[in-house]
């Protein structure tokens, strides 16, 4: 153990822990494998809203869709933003932390350097997490725009199929940071296990692992949505 209270075994669970991260993130959009995701299924599903979209006179109820899709990004978003102001607060709180972690017997955060270091990574991710969402926010913003400008539905025809499918696409990137940024939320959560020892760290993320796997390949919603 060094004078700042970490072990090998730490650096060990915080390179798992980014592998794991990068793993997920490039199996989900830039691997071989990514059209068998279940944001793959619903980029097709949104191919869909939108020729529906264009093929219609009124273009309020896909307005409304839209705009709740969008509130769902403003509630993380905000929410983001508490969780950075209280873990912000919290790196000058160490020696109070110290006192409640030293209650569990099984816990290694026994210096002022660990705390800090702990929260300063799940603050990161938490940063990162209120990036995509607020850019997630613009780009469904943008994407409501659009769908008051689609062209007529009398109008031709390809062209409308054409505005559609960039529509479509537009908003698949907005909801691919949304769902990066609500990744970011469940790797926070690992990273906090953190704070007991390492061993739980890595444990932690294992099972996350598992159940990002299942969620995204294997989930009851997935199989309906193939069948």
Known sequence: MDKHGFETVDLVAVLFFVFTWCAYFWTVNASRWQTRTI??????YRQQW??????????????LIANSLQQGVVFFASTSILL???LTAGLSSADSAMRVLSDIHWSSTNTRTEWELKVALVLLIFIYAFFKFAWSYRLFNYVIIMIGAAPPAEGDSAAGEKFATKVAKLHAIGAKHFTM?????FFALCAAAWFINAYTFIAA???????????????NFMKILVD
């Open 50 to 63: 939108m020729l529906n979209m264009v093929g219609r006179e009124v273009r309020m109820v896909d307005a």
């Open 181 to 185: 940024g609500l990744s970011s939320y």
């Open 84 to 86: 950075i102001g209280g």
């Open 39 to 44: 944001t793959h299924q619903m980029v097709l």
């Open 205 to 219: 993320t294992v099972w996350l692992s598992l159940v990002l796997y299942r969620r995204t390949f294997q989930s």
